[in-house]
Structures are given as structure tokens and as C-alpha cells.
């Protein structure tokens, strides 16, 4: 049977959003109401990140864009990284493809849901991390901006995994090889420019450095790199949304 999944270009944005909206309300269903995916989108990132600077004086302008950056990362990008492989291994992604959605309903409809859960854990701890350091961000609308725009980014980087994963422990060992690196260079820790030429270079190839410079931005006030990350992360989010729809497409289709 052909892959039915092929985009419409007459479809309205509506219709799309729509779909999108429909797919998204199912995943939320099936995997992030669970107080175990709520604990691991929090605990694990936050451990990782109380590891590495415990003991270390940090400024709150480092602190909080990098441990909302990581949150972000890890709790957008989990779940989508898996839930493919899960309905492909229990047969249940037959049952989208025979709906009227194309691949891109699918894959942004999975991404709304994943980006969803990554802002809230990211506000979560946003909020926490203010109220026990009585630090201040300057700007908390841009902030909240920065926040919205680094987990599509994350979740969209997680669907481009669960799209050419053939299972979930393929998945999970790739988004881990992934991301562990990443933090290490993307200014979590300390500032880009504190890192030596060459690494500095890798890590304005990965989101996560944007990410954290946009939330960074916001914590002490706007300036015009702010809006230099939104571009970087909005280019990001359209490489990756393109990419899984072209690898999804092709391991789904007959």
C-alpha cells in the first residue's frame, strides 16, 4: 500500500493546524500525563546540571539560562525521540497514516506536543530557580519567547531521531550521543567565548548554544543577538521539521 502521507499543498493553514492539534492531543493522552515522564523531564536534566556546578560560584545570569536550556532540551526532545519507534513496534502508526494526515501533520503535530511539554518544564524551572536564588530576569517576556522557541527547536531535533530509528534503545543511544556533548558546549556552563577556538566553532553548530544565548539575553536585558538566536533557532526548527519528513516519508512509505 503507497504511503498516503504526502502533503497537500491545497490544504489550509487551519485544516493543518487543525490535524497537527489532533495528533499532538494524542500523544499528550498517551505519554506525557504520567507523573514519571514529569519527574524524569525535571530530575534527570537537574542532576546533570547540580553535578557539574555544584561547589562553583555561578552568576544567576549563567545559572538560570543554562539549567532552563538543558531542562528544555531533555524535556522536549525525550518523549518524541521514542514515540515513533513505539508505534511502529506496536503497529499503531498504520492508524495515522491511514487518516487523512500527511507526514508534516504528523511530525508537527508530535513536535506541538513534545515543545509543549519542554516550555512548561522550562517555565517550571524558570520559576524555581528565581524564587530560591532571588535573582531577577530582566526581560521575562522575551525570556518566555526564548524559552517557546528553544523547545520546538529540541522537540523538532527529536523527531528528526524517532524518524530514522528502526527501535527505541536506537533512539535513546543516539539522542544520549547527542546531547550529552552538546551541553558541554553550548555555554551551559560557562560563556562560548570563555572556550577554546576550535570548540567555540562546534558549538555555534549546535541549537542548544542559541538557546541558552537567547535565554541569557532575556535574564539581563535585550540586545540585538537576542534576535540574531530567534533566526538561528527558527533555521534549526525548519532543518529538522525537513529532515524528518524526508526520512519519515521514505522508511514509511511502500
Known amino acids: 500500500m503507497a504511503n498516503n502521507s504526502s502533503h497537500r499543498t491545497d ?5 493543518f493546524m487543525a490535524k497537527a492539534i489532533c495528533v499532538a492531543k494524542k500523544d499528550a493522552k498517551i505519554y506525557y500525563f504520567k507523573p514519571q515522564i514529569l519527574g524524569f523531564g525535571i530530575l534527570i536534566p537537574a542532576f546533570v546540571y547540580l553535578s557539574f556546578s555544584i561547589g562553583r560560584e555561578i552568576p544567576f ?7 532552563v536550556g538543558v531542562v528544555s532540551l531533555f524535556g522536549a526532545s525525550s518523549v518524541v525521540a521514542i514515540s515513533i519507534p513505539i508505534e511502529k513496534q506496536t503497529q499503531t502508526y498504520e492508524l495515522l497514516q491511514s487518516a487523512p494526515l500527511s507526514t508534516l501533520n504528523i511530525i508537527f503535530g508530535k513536535c506541538l506536543a513534545g515543545s509543549a511539554f519542554g516550555i512548561l518544564l522550562s517555565l517550571v524551572t524558570a520559576l524555581g530557580a528565581v524564587l ?12 518566555m519567547v526564548a524559552a517557546v522557541a528553544g523547545a520546538f527547536v529540541f522537540s523538532a531535533f527529536g523527531m528528526t531521531i524517532s524518524a530514522g530509528a528502526k527501535d527505541m534503545p536506537t533512539a535513546n543511544m543516539v539522542l544520549t550521543a547527542l546531547r550529552l556533548p552538546m551541553i558541554f558546549i553550548s555555554g ?21 548554544t542559541y538557546a541558552v544565548d537567547a535565554l541569557r539575553e532575556a535574564t ?5 543577538m537576542f534576535v540574531v538566536d530567534l533566526v538561528a533557532l527558527l533555521v534549526w526548527f525548519i532543518v529538522f521539521q525537513s529532515i524528518a ?4 516519508g521514505k522508511t514509511t512509505s511502500v
Open 245 to 248: 519528513v524526508f526520512v519519515l
Open 188 to 208: 551551559v556552563f560557562v560563556p562560548t567565548e570563555s572556550l577554546p577556538p576550535q570548540l567555540r566553532i562546534v558549538s555555534y553548530l549546535t541549537p542548544l
Open 61 to 67: 545570569s549563567l545559572l538560570v539560562p543554562g539549567l
Open 11 to 15: 490544504e489550509t493553514f487551519s485544516d
Open 132 to 143: 530560591l536564588s532571588s535573582g531577577i530576569v530582566v526581560n521575562p517576556l522575551l525570556f
Open 220 to 224: 539581563v536585558g535585550q540586545s540585538v
